[in-house]
């Protein structure tokens, strides 16, 4: 298997026929493989060092630290080790409870925001470490650098659908995102089988922008139902679509299954972008011909509220996970 690499250079630089290469490229990405690699994306080294580094600096910290941020009904917040199961899993193995822990942020929302104080869920204020010096700026600064390279990919997105460039711009006029810090401690080599850093999945997102990481860990299911190790070549950035950007096109595009094991015998720290339509955006799917869709028109909140009950212990609801496996 060979993971498409698009280069952002002669898009950035205005080159003529740049987007239309560029959709191309991304058409056969979703339709073949699900991932994509881009280079000349514009986001420096240091920024993503940085960013490791605050994701360690962070799950370092003692406990009781971590659990007074413990995630809330906005998913944001703190998630302990083993804090979820990924029971929305398209590939049918039942796994254990993941073995990680993570901390989620979302766009940085004053407390006297609309959203804020009308209570809508996914629209609550970030909980920050209070020992972290600088560790808000640099979170802050990756969260800007990542919705950045996310809203200029959206023309390619459009043509790559045949659709006019600028079509998913009124969807994004003020998008969701999170931005997950993982840490995945070392799994013993005698582990359970179906014990994983992270089960085998798919991603909720319009878009996920995921930093290399140097100790290994990621793999992707083929078509074929093969399981393959993820490159990590030096200077690009791993992309993939999720089942909101699978609904969106009518399940032309692939929303890949991927899962974490670290038997690297080091810690492992992820730093995953995931990036959504507006809350509000009513996303109808985009079918090929303008022929009726196979699924109705959704909200971001409409989907994620049933997502998070279905994987996450502490918003469990029986009827919700029912509805959602397989997605």
């Known amino acids: ?86 029971r929305v899993n398209a590939v049918g193995e039942v796994a254990l409870p993941n073995a990680n822990e993570a901390v989620f942020f979302k766009r940085d929302l004053p407390a006297d925001h609309p959203d804020v104080l009308a209570g809508l869920r996914f629209r609550g204020v970030n909980q920050w470490p209070a020992g972290l010096p600088g560790f808000r700026d640099q979170v802050l600064a990756a969260c800007d650098a990542f919705e950045g390279l996310a809203l200029s990919l959206l023309p390619v997105y459009a043509r790559a659908l045949g659709l006019a460039p600028d079509f998913f711009a009124p969807f994004f006029t003020d998008p969701m995102y999170t931005l997950r810090m993982s840490h995945y401690p070392q799994q013993e080599p005698t582990a359970p089988e179906n014990e994983f850093g992270i089960a085998p999945h798919l991603d909720t997102s319009f878009m996920t922008i995921l930093a290399q990481n140097r100790i290994p860990g990621l793999s992707l299911r083929l078509t074929t139902g093969e399981w393959v190790d993820a ?42 972008f995931f990036f959504d339509a507006d809350y509000t955006a009513v996303m109808q799917p985009v079918t090929a011909d303008g022929s009726p869709a196979r699924l109705p028109a ?3 909140p409409e989907f994620m509220t049933g997502y998070q009950r279905a994987n996450f212990h502490h918003a469990a609801d029986r009827e919700e996970k029912v509805a959602l496996q397989g997605a």
Do not use: C
């Open 231 to 272: 490159p990590a070549p030096e200077g690009a950035l791993l992309v993939n679509g999720g089942m909101m950007l699978r609904r969106w096109t009518d399940n032309r595009f692939l929303a890949t299954p991927h899962r974490v094991i670290n038997r690297s015998g080091r810690e492992r720290y992820a730093i995953p």
């Open 1 to 86: 298997m060979t993971i498409p690499v698009l280069d952002l250079a002669p898009l950035r630089e205005g080159r003529p026929g740049a987007l239309e290469a560029l959709g191309r490229e991304l058409r056969h990405a979703f339709t073949e493989v699900g991932f994509y690699f881009v280079r000349n994306h514009g986001i420096g080294q240091s920024l993503l060092d940085a960013t490791f580094a605050a994701a360690e600096r962070f799950h370092a910290q003692d406990i009781d630290a971590k659990l007074a941020l413990r995630i809330n009904e906005h998913n944001i917040g703190y998630m302990p080790l083993r804090g979820a199961t990924t």
């Open 298 to 300: 959704i909200t971001y």
